[in-house]
C-alpha cells in the first residue's frame, strides 16, 4: 500500500502518518506540505524519520505533484483550517479559495491518473450557522445542553449533529470551501472511476496540535492556561458555557484505515466523525480542568459576539459506527493528559505555534 498525504507536516496530517505506520505493514507513505503553518516544519524531521519520502511543495501548483510517485490513495489534509480564514488580516479570502477549493483539482487529477482513492477531511463547519444558532439549549451547571424536551430539527439528536443537518449558508467561507471540496471530489470519483470517502470530522485534538485563539482551541487554552497568558470567554455572555466535543487523530486514522480497507462500491461515501457526547466539555469546564492540572488561570468575560460564532457543536458519528463499527476510542481526559504533558515539555509552543 502507498499513500500519499497532502499537508503531511499539519496536526492531523503527521498524526495520520504516525498512526497508519503503527497499523499498516509494508506501508510507502509519501507526503507534502508548503510549510505555511507557523509550527508544521517542526514535523518535517519527525516525518522523515519515521521513513515518510517529504516533498516540499504546494498543492495549488500542478507541477508539485510531477514528482511524486504514484500512490494508491490520497489522504487530502492540506488547508488552512481556521473559521476566520478568509475574513480577518493575515490571510484573504482568495488565498483561502485557492488553498483549500482550487487546488484540490490537482489532489483529484493526481488521483485521476493514478487511479487512487481519495479521502477528504471535511468538517462541522459544512452546517449552517443559522440552524445550528437556532438550536434549543438550556444551561447545565457550567455548559449548555442541546434542550431534547423540545421537538429537534432534521438531523439532530441527543447524540449530536448527523450527516442529514441543514447545510444552507451561510456557513462561513471556509465551511464552503469544504462543501464545494466533497462535492467536487465525490464527482471526480464518480467520474474517473475511483473511491472518494468524505469525512465530516468535528474538532480534532492532541499532543502536537498548533495551538492558536482560532484554531487548536483545545491545545491553545492548557497551553495559555498553563503559561498564565491572558484568556478570554469571547461570546455567549462572556460565560464559557459553549460545548465542543474533540477526538484525536488516532481514531480518525482508524476510520480512514477501514474505508481503505472497503471494496463496497456506490452506496454512502459521506460520514461524519467526532468524540461524540462523552467526549464533549465547554470552555469553563475545560478552565476547571485546566486549574485543577495546573495553577488557576481565570479567564476574562468578553460579551462581543464574533461572527461565525456557535454556542454548541457535538458530532453524531452514527452513520460512522454503523457502517464501519467506529467510535472514537480515545477518552476526553486523555486526551487533555496528553496535550499538557506535551505543553510541559514544550515550553516555546505557542511561539512555534506563531503566537
Ligand atoms: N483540526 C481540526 O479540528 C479539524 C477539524 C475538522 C477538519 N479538519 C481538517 O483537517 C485537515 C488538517 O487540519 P489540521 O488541523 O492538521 O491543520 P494544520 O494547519 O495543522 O495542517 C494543515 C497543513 O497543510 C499545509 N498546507 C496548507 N496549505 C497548503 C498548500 N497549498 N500546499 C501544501 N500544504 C499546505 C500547512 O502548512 C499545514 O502543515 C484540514 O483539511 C482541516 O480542514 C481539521
Not at 131 to 156: E, H, M, N, R
Not at 173 to 184: D, F, N, R, V, W
Not at 258 to 270: C, H, I, K, L, P
Amino acid at each position: 500500500m502507498r499513500i500519499l498525504i497532502t499537508g503531511a507536516c499539519g496536526f492531523v496530517g503527521s498524526a495520520l502518518a504516525e498512526s497508519f505506520l503503527r497499523r499498516m505493514e509494508g506501508l510507502t507513505l509519501y507526503g507534502i506540505d508548503n510549510l505555511q503553518r507557523p509550527g508544521s516544519e517542526t514535523n518535517r524531521n519527525r516525518l522523515r524519520s519515521l521513513g515518510v519520502s517529504f516533498f516540499h511543495g504546494d498543492i495549488r501548483s500542478a507541477s508539485d505533484f510531477e514528482n511524486i510517485p504514484a500512490a494508491d490513495w490520497v489522504i487530502d489534509a492540506a488547508a488552512n483550517p481556521s473559521v476566520l480564514a478568509g475574513v480577518q488580516s493575515g490571510f484573504s479570502s482568495r488565498q483561502l479559495f485557492e488553498h483549500n477549493l482550487a487546488s484540490l483539482v490537482n489532489v483529484a487529477e493526481y488521483c485521476k491518473l493514478h487511479k487512487a482513492g481519495l479521502v477528504l477531511l471535511s468538517t462541522s463547519r459544512v452546517y449552517s450557522i443559522p440552524a445550528l444558532a437556532a438550536l434549543l439549549l438550556k444551561s447545565a451547571g457550567d455548559a449548555y445542553q442541546l434542550d431534547c424536551s423540545q421537538p429537534l430539527p432534521a438531523g439532530v439528536s441527543a447524540e449530536g449533529i448527523g450527516r442529514d443537518f441543514s447545510t444552507a449558508p451561510p456557513i462561513s467561507l471556509y465551511g464552503s470551501t469544504k462543501l464545494a471540496s466533497e462535492a467536487i471530489a465525490l464527482e471526480y470519483g464518480e467520474a474517473f472511476d475511483f473511491p472518494v470517502w468524505v469525512n465530516r470530522c468535528g474538532v480534532l485534538a492532541g499532543a502536537g496540535q498548533f495551538g492558536t485563539p482560532d484554531q487548536g482551541i483545545f491545545a491553545y487554552w492548557i497551553n495559555a492556561h498553563l503559561r498564565r497568558r491572558p484568556l478570554r470567554y469571547i461570546g455567549f455572555d462572556g460565560a464559557g458555557k459553549q460545548v465542543r466535543d474533540a477526538f484525536h487523530p488516532q481514531d480518525l486514522a482508524a476510520l480512514i484505515h477501514a474505508q481503505m480497507r472497503t471494496a463496497r462500491q456506490g452506496g454512502e461515501r459521506v460520514y461524519v466523525a467526532g468524540g461524540g457526547p462523552p467526549n464533549s466539555m465547554s470552555l469553563a469546564q475545560l478552565t476547571a480542568w485546566c486549574d485543577g492540572r495546573f495553577e488557576p488561570n481565570p479567564p476574562e468575560h468578553d460579551h462581543r459576539q464574533r461572527k461565525y460564532d456557535i454556542p454548541w457543536v457535538v458530532m453524531d458519528s452514527t452513520n460512522a459506527a454503523a457502517d464501519f463499527g467506529w467510535r472514537a476510542e480515545l477518552a476526553l481526559p486523555d486526551l487533555l493528559e496528553g496535550i499538557a504533558r506535551h505543553a510541559i515539555q514544550h515550553p516555546d509552543w505557542l511561539e512555534r505555534s506563531g503566537l
